[in-house]
Every structure is written in C-alpha cells, then in structure tokens.
C-alpha cells in the first residue's frame, strides 16, 4: 500500500513537470523551425 502512495505521489508531481517541459520544447522547438525558415526563405530579398 506504501509504494502505491509513493507511486500516486511521483505522478503527481512528474506530470505536471513533463507537461511544462513538454510545452517548453515544443515552444523552443517551433521557435528555431521559425528562424530557420525565416532565414530561409524570409531574406529572398538579400541574396548572398
């Protein structure tokens, strides 16, 4: 019954941390997609 508790516990608390790492790096990771395209293809203008 104890490593039940212990197990509700660690979810408890890792969810919510992955669900906030989660957004983060998929946050960061659209982020670095966007200035890579941007730099891409954005700057069409300035060739070279």
Avoid at 13 to 38: C, D, E, H, Q
Wanted: some cysteine; charged content about 10%.
């Amino acid at each position: 019954m104890s490593n039940w508790c212990i197990s509700e516990i660690v979810y408890r608390i890792i969810v919510p941390v992955a669900n906030v790492f989660l957004t983060a790096f998929l946050a960061l990771l659209v982020n670095l997609l966007s200035k890579f395209i941007w730099a891409k293809y954005g700057q069409q203008d300035h060739p070279g």
